[in-house]
């Protein structure tokens, strides 16, 4: 089955720190990614949308200047924590489309935990 | 407003003893409700899709309903390894791809 796969599984750096998490599809090309954010016992709360040759979409609310999306090719997308502080942690995970499965809307990868110090 | 709304938060089960979760659901206009499984520390895991009321899916000790209201995720004679979280998502008309997800009950089924 398809399988998203997200680098890396865990961080933990410094308040003021930028980090960079990958979300790769290893066997479908998406064209369209996004990004979720976890806290604890919480359901998951959609960042955005990446769409692979296009800006992304952001949710309300969401600082598009704090959280960077890349998609640049049809299997890669990238989260950018720009200057990370203490509240930016959380359990970030992405999910991509496959065009060829109708039934399945998202697979996901299995997240990144964030700790910021 | 769009409102995803799953029930009970926490549920803990013997081993084999049955039990429901529901996931209410106001929306706009459904294009489809998705089951999923989570584990501590992973990403969800797809379980069912349901587009009609009335529809069911089966896989092993689970199945899923949907009405025009709410969809129920049942749990027949449960296992110990069922223990995770439950969460259900809608895709809305016009909405493309994206999911609104609920907030998620937590089972734990003990022995």
């Known amino acids: 089955g398809a399988v998203v796969s997200q680098h890396p599984s865990r961080v933990i750096c410094k308040s003021g720190t930028s980090v960079k998490i990958e979300c790769r599809s290893l066997?479908?090309?998406?064209?369209?990614m996004f990004w979720y954010r976890q806290f604890p016992k919480q359901s998951l709360m959609l960042m955005a949308t990446?769409?692979?040759?296009?800006?992304?979409?952001?949710e309300q609310g969401v600082e598009k200047d704090k959280f960077l999306i890349n998609h640049a090719s049809l299997t890669l997308s990238t989260l950018t924590v720009t200057s990370a502080h203490p509240e930016d942690s959380s359990f970030y995970i992405c999910?991509?489309?496959?065009?060829?499965?109708?039934?399945?809307?998202?697979?996901f990868g299995d997240g990144t935990r964030l700790s910021i110090l | 407003e769009d409102q995803v709304t799953q029930s009970p938060e926490a549920l803990r089960l013997q081993e084999g003893e049955s039990s429901s979760l529901n996931c209410s659901y106001t929306v706009s206009g459904l294009r489809g409700l998705f089951w999923y499984r989570q584990d501590p520390g992973k990403g969800p895991e797809f379980l069912f899709t349901?587009?009609?009321a009335g529809e069911e899916k089966e896989k092993e000790r689970l199945k899923a309903t949907l009405t025009k209201k709410e969809s129920f995720l049942h749990i027949t004679a449960p296992k110990p390894e069922d223990s995770a979280t439950y969460l259900c998502a809608v895709q809305l008309t016009g909405g493309g791809n994206k999911l609104t997800f609920g907030t998620g009950t937590q089972l734990k089924v003990e022995l």
């Open positions: 066997d479908f090309q998406a064209t369209t």
């Open positions: 990446s769409n692979e040759g296009s800006k992304a979409t952001y």
């Open positions: 999910s991509a489309r496959d065009p060829g499965q109708k039934d399945q809307p998202q697979h």
């Open positions: 349901l587009y009609s």
